[in-house]
């Protein structure tokens, strides 16, 4: 009478060791599921968070440019330091340089240099503190060897030359454009487009000082 008893608790107890291995099983491939998902969406928040980081860097970047074109002085009349701006390149002095001291008016060159290796055009600041060697960094780079400065006159006319080519019967230009631009070329668009904050007259030198009543 007690036989069958035992096999079925036997029995039953089978079906429960094999429904536990294959709960189990189940639980196992969930879980390498959900650890394979959590690493993918890991691996995509850091690849966000790195285009953030870059972008929130090309922005900074952009406002050091501006602010030192914001900065800029016209310089002293036939002087190396008077302002002088061509399609690749520009010079001047600017008092808005992105360094720790305020030194006052400093040398800077924004230029625009194509790198044949990287196949890319270098946005690039480079200034000359005195008594210290100059420095020069990459502020922004984009694909393809394009892009150009302009420059605004009293008139709203943007050129690609500063001061301007003029005939004889033309007025002298004022020291500084009304604004300067950089255009990155076709299918890029401007990255900036900087006022310079100081007067356009020119500075005046001390001989000339040195004449007055």
Not at 148 to 154: E, G, I, K
Request: negative net charge; charged residues 15%; hydrophobic residues 45%.
């Amino acid at each position: 009478m007690n036989q069958p008893i035992i096999n079925k608790q036997a029995s039953q107890a089978g079906m429960t060791l094999l429904e536990t291995l294959v709960t189990l099983v189940i639980v196992a491939m969930v879980a390498g599921l959900l650890s394979e998902g959590l690493f993918q969406i890991g691996r995509i928040e850091q690849r966000l968070g790195g285009a953030q980081l870059q972008a929130q860097v090309e922005r900074l970047h952009a406002i050091w440019v501006q602010q030192a074109l914001e900065g800029l002085m016209p310089g002293a009349k036939d002087s190396p330091e008077r302002f002088r701006g061509a399609a690749r390149e520009l010079a001047g002095l600017s008092t808005q340089l992105p360094v720790a001291q305020a030194l006052g008016p400093q040398p800077m060159r924004l230029s625009l240099r194509f790198s044949p290796d990287a196949g890319m055009t270098e946005l690039l600041l480079s200034f000359g503190l005195d008594g210290l060697p100059p420095q020069e960094a990459v502020l922004a780079q984009w694909p393809g060897d394009r892009g150009a400065l302009r420059y605004q006159d009293p008139a709203g006319t943007w050129l690609a030359q500063w001061p301007p080519a003029l005939d004889g019967a033309a007025q002298s230009p004022s020291a500084l454009p009304q604004a300067i631009a950089l255009d990155r070329g076709e299918g890029h668009g401007l990255l900036l487009v900087a006022r310079p904050a100081a007067r356009a007259e020119p500075l005046g030198q001390r001989i000339d000082v040195e004449k007055l009543p």
